[in-house]
């Protein structure tokens, strides 16, 4: 079964990657040597155990459209957004053969270096992905 692991972040934390003090600390380029070495090792154990299917990172909020309809009109938004809104940051999609197997591969994520505590409260979401509109569970 392939399931989707999706994790989210704010405009801000984009910031603090990037180096640009906000209300938290900008983080140090070692921080952010750190975190890129924990992904590639992530990502590479995945694929030698045959989970992985697809990763990526996504662009800052800065760079997001929103596209809504009001009174039947589309209406398009440009980022950036509030900083305490969260959308989705990146995504993982793995092959396993279980949603516990799954869970267990995303819990993983935790431990990926944050300073200060940046993502002490950060969630992440695993779905998994249907191969028909009857696997909705509707």
């Known amino acids: ?9 704010s405009q801000q934390d984009y910031d603090v990657l990037a180096g640009r003090e906000t209300d938290k600390p900008a983080w140090s380029e070692a921080d952010v040597a750190a975190m890129a070495e924990f992904m590639r090792t992530f ?3 995945l694929e030698e155990s045959g989970e992985l299917v697809e990763t990526r990172g ?3 909020p800065v760079h997001t459209r929103r596209l809504h309809s009001k009174d039947g009109v589309p209406v398009v938004t440009d980022g950036p957004y509030a900083e305490t809104q969260e959308v989705l940051a990146g995504y993982w999609i793995v092959e396993c053969e279980s949603f516990d197997r ?5 819990v993983r994520l ?3 270096p944050h300073p200060g ?14 191969d028909s509109s009857a696997d909705l569970g509707f």
Request: proline letters at 3%.
């Open 58 to 60: 996504l662009a800052a």
């Open 102 to 106: 799954a869970t267990e591969i995303a």
């Open 1 to 9: 079964m392939k399931y989707m692991i999706l994790t989210y972040g």
């Open 110 to 112: 935790g431990q990926c």
């Open 117 to 130: 505590g940046a993502y002490s409260g950060a969630v992440a979401d695993i779905r998994p992905i249907v």
């Open 43 to 45: 990502g590479k154990e």
